[in-house]
């Protein structure tokens, strides 16, 4: 184990355990952020995978820890505790999942049905029920041959073509993992193009056997059983910002009519795409009656925060697997 590694799995234990973290820690919240519970572990493990997902036994073990350290309750639960003085008590956490993937009803709702752990959802309603892809796994998983030589090919060419070549590291590791982390720094690259060049390159990928996103059964399914709630996540999981006002108040309005049809009590949180947001889409989103919105940026709830930017502490596989490194994340995010 790298050195580093080890210092920030000492220093989060320490942190969890001293009178001098516990105090720090003491009546705050924890906003969790996580993506997807693939089947195995050794998958979620992969670089290019391991921000985004985590695997059933490492999302079991998180799932034990977190009651040691913390009451484990509702988002709003949290979210209604942030509106007044922070109290005196143990700290609480709350799961929120991001864009509403097929896997979170298979794979991680079992999980937290077995262990009385509430979460929340939000959802890319136009991916809900449908066979729309989201271009990160279409076109992550065809360069990592998932589908075969020959789509993959075809796509290096696209992107190729497109002026976006894959890096020389990419082709030169022979080893998994090394290539699996030069895939990952491309695809955060590829961000900065627009929806509609994301959109032709997933669609140049090969379909899916199954849909991606989960359906609006599994939506109620999961909602019937009082331990998981829905929310926005946007409709076409557009970055925000980029909009203008007229496709902000539509993707807005889009994602907001969905869940009313879908869900029986959607949540009064809106969750920004990919963390993105700005002082007009956090006045729109306020202009829709949202009073709470989450973000990316990694902290702790600590009173004074923006209800409308709530801080988020980002589970991975790394760090479900080893929960001190969670902690040395939770430590850093108290002191932002």
Known sequence: MPI??????????????????????????????????????????????????????????????????????????????????RGSGRPKVALTFDDGWRDNALNAFPLLRKHHIPASIFLSTDFIGSRQRFWWESVGETLWGSHGEEPRRQLIERLRKLGRPLPAAYFMNDRPKARSHALAQYLQGLKSLNHQALQLLTDACPPESLAQAMD?????????????????????????????????????????????????????????????????????????????????????????????????????????SRPSLLAWRISRGSRS
């Open 216 to 320: 609006w059964q599994q939506v109620r399914e999961l909602e019937d059983s009082g331990l998981v709630r829905f929310g926005p996540h946007g409709a076409s999981h557009a970055l925000l910002p980029y909009l203008d006002d007229r496709r902000l108040d539509e993707e807005l309005q889009r994602s907001h009519a969905a869940l009313n049809q879908g869900c029986q009590q959607p949540l009064p949180v809106y969750c920004y795409p990919n963390g993105d947001h700005d002082e007009r889409v956090r006045a729109r989103v306020a202009a829709h009656r949202y009073p709470y919105a989450l973000s990316t940026r990694a902290g702790i709830c600590q009173g004074y925060d923006d209800p409308l930017a709530l801080p988020r502490i980002g589970v991975s596989q790394r760090n479900a």
């Open 4 to 85: 580093k590694t080890s210092i920030k799995r000492a220093s989060g234990w320490l942190y969890l355990n001293s009178p001098k973290g516990r105090s720090q820690l003491r009546g705050a919240g924890v906003i969790l952020m996580l993506h997807r519970v693939l089947a195995d572990d050794a998958s979620a493990a992969l670089p290019h995978r391991n921000e985004l997902c985590v695997g059933p036994k490492a999302f079991e073990g998180l799932l034990r820890w977190l009651p040691r350290h913390f009451d484990c309750v509702s988002l709003m639960d949290l979210l209604k505790d942030h509106q007044g003085t």
